[in-house]
């Protein structure tokens, strides 16, 4: 009888997932959410490639290590994109063809390999630039000699950042499963955040919150101090020095905008995030998370706007080398200079 008794309340308690399955998947404001994600998603692929293209065709030249951490950060760029119109589009899907409210339920491995690369995204993604102002930093204090240096910060770094992503992805899943109530069916909602780990959750959120400011910090540090080293370099010039010191300035230059930008839409995903937690118990499961589904907006449009950055940013270099050329006649004659010098 108790056994009995059990597999009725399961088979109700799955019954009111469906129907509030179907609450989720009939929301307007939800439904808006998704389409804005999907477009926004697919207009960052579109202009994924056609950056690729501009950098190749303008044969912008930057240090191997640089191009390795930069190639992380597309990599993570369409990681998301790809996740996030996986996600929606399986629910515009489902919107439009669905016949048993029950085909609305996500399977526990499905949700967590849909979802998880969001979290994975907002870790790795905190870590690259992190190592990318640490690689502008060392080109910096070591200018004289870094163009002899190989790709190995570039690849200690990558396998650095990614390591540290997949153990802590690894134990955003394994506190998550420690919700057996939550884990044990069908999810209705994709989320990972538990009353388990929520507080865990918060404070890696302030930690990457914390790394974020702290490289805007530094990345404003870094072109200051290269802007020193340039003038010191003008009274004993050196040709290689000088090409180095260039090429942080101009580095730097497109890479403190986009942490700024990174800071602001992360400050406000934090700062949403937060007040939606302190307000969960005074809104019903299916509008929190959809105002939860609102805030994770932010990051495909910061996509789109660090893509932009770029994309003006690769425009600027070309018009900057146009206007260079006799700047590099001015490079000649000092170096000449200097070398006669040396000679008398």
């Known amino acids: 009888m108790a056994s009995n008794s059990n597999t009725l309340s399961m088979l109700h308690g799955e019954k009111e997932d469906c ?12 439904n808006i959410v998704r389409i804005i994600q999907v477009l926004v998603s697919t207009v960052s692929l579109v202009m994924l490639p ?7 065709r303008r044969r912008l030249m930057f240090h191997i290590n640089l191009l390795v951490l930069v190639v992380n950060v597309i990599l993570l760029y369409v990681m998301d994109c790809v996740d996030t119109l996986a996600i929606q589009l399986r629910y515009l899907f489902l919107y439009l063809f669905y016949r048993d409210p029950c085909e609305l339920l996500t399977e526990v491995p499905l949700g967590i390999a849909i979802r998880l690369p969001s979290y994975m995204y907002m870790v790795a993604f905190t870590l690259v630039h992190c190592a990318i102002t640490a690689e502008r930093a060392w080109a910096t204090i070591f200018a004289k000699r870094y163009e002899k240096v190989g790709c190995f910060f570039g690849i200690a770094s990558t396998i650095f950042v990614w390591t540290l992503t997949f153990v802590v992805s690894f134990l955003i899943v394994y506190t998550a499963l420690l919700d057996k109530q939550k884990f044990s069916k069908p999810m209705v909602y994709l989320s990972l955040t538990t009353t388990i780990n929520m ?11 914390f790394l974020v400011i702290m490289t805007s910090i530094l990345d404003y540090v870094v072109i200051v101090q290269n802007r020193r080293y340039r003038k010191k370099n003008q009274a004993n010039y050196s040709l290689s020095l000088s090409y180095q010191l260039r090429e942080n300035v101009v580095t730097m230059k497109l890479i403190l905008p986009l942490d700024i930008s990174f800071t602001i839409f992360f400050s406000i995903y934090l700062i949403a995030g937060t007040y939606l937690r302190l307000t969960m118990g005074s809104l019903s499961a299916n509008d929190y998370m959809c105002l939860y589904e609102m805030v994770n907006t932010l990051f495909p449009f910061h996509t789109v706007v660090t893509l932009f950055i770029y994309m003006r940013y690769v425009k600027a270099q070309e018009i900057t080398r146009e206007v260079d050329i006799q700047p590099f006649n001015c490079h000649k004659e000092l170096y000449f200079k200097h070398l006669q010098n040396q000679w008398s």
Do not use: D
């Open 199 to 209: 507080h865990y959750l918060i404070y890696l959120h302030y930690f990457l919150m």
């Open 50 to 56: 056609m950056l690729i293209f501009h950098f190749k």
């Open 19 to 30: 129907f509030e399955a179907v609450k989720m998947i009939s929301h307007k404001g939800w």
